[in-house]
Antibody, heavy 121, light 108 residues
Framework: EVQLLESGGGLLQPGGSLRLSCAASGFTFNNYGMNWVRQAPGKGLEWVSG????????YYADSVKGRFTISRDNSKNTLYLQMNSLRAEDTAVYYC??????????????WGQGTTVTVSS | SYVLTQPPSVSVAPGQTARITCEGN??????VHWYQQKPGQAPVLVVY???DRPSGIPERFSGSNSGNTATLTISRVEAGDEADYYCQVWGGSSDHWVFGGGTKLTVL
């Protein structure tokens, strides 16, 4: 069964740092691009960051560029999101999501259950 | 950056057809994907590449894309289709995924 399991969320103060992890199973991890998508309370979906299967290409939303870093360890089938200089507006459920296809932009077919990040003083 | 506009809400009676639109500049030149999200759950991809369905998605879900509007059509709507629906494209001149604001489908 294809599965993604996020971890690492929590409550922290503005300016703090946090690293999210997403453990993948059931598919050839290094063949697929991966993404982080977040959803603030009561709001819509916001794409945060993406990374190619090899890890050689990374992409960021303007709202997190320079503060967040996406990476992956293909030997561990794990995706990461390092979040620094956190702000209240980063409060959200963070989902990791798998690209549907190894090549091309065909959406995201597998999602984790999400991990909650709350930034508050 | 590229903007996708969806109606905040759509209402439909059971058994009828629901159409949810997603507007964007020359969106027909892009590949549009649709997600369903029920309360407290992760999104589910229901249509990709304008009109294809992932395995396990009922044929009642279909999509189209023309001009400046992409449309998700749900035929023979059931109570279980009540959810938020989001469109998505790989957008514009920047290497970004873009989501629409979402549409809440209410089954009357």
């Amino acid at each position: 069964e294809v599965q993604l399991l996020e971890s690492g969320g929590g409550l922290l103060q503005p300016g703090g740092s946090l690293r999210l992890s997403c453990a993948a199973s059931g598919f050839t991890f290094n063949n697929y691009g991966m993404n982080w998508v977040r959803q603030a309370p009561g709001k819509g979906l916001e794409w945060v960051s993406g990374i190619s299967g090899s890890g050689g290409s990374t992409y960021y939303a303007d709202s997190v560029k320079g503060r967040f870093t996406i990476s992956r360890d293909n030997s561990k089938n794990t995706l990461y999101l390092q979040m620094n200089s956190l702000r209240a507006e980063d409060t959200a459920v963070y989902y990791c999501a798998k690209d549907l296809a190894p090549i091309g932009r065909y959406g995201m077919d597998v999602w984790g259950q999400g991990t909650t990040v709350t930034v508050s003083s | 950056s590229y903007v996708l506009t969806q109606p905040p809400s759509v209402s439909v009676a059971p058994g009828q057809t629901a159409r949810i639109t997603c507007e964007g500049n020359n969106i027909e030149s892009k590949s549009v994907h649709w997600y369903q999200q029920k309360p407290g759950q992760a999104p589910v991809l229901v249509v990709y590449d304008d009109s294809d369905r992932p395995s396990g998605i009922p044929e009642r879900f279909s999509g189209s894309n023309s001009g400046n509007t992409a449309t998700l059509t749900i035929s023979r709507v059931e109570a279980g289709d009540e959810a938020d629906y989001y469109c998505q494209v790989w957008g514009g001149s920047s290497d970004h995924w873009v989501f629409g604001g979402g549409t809440k489908l209410t089954v009357l």
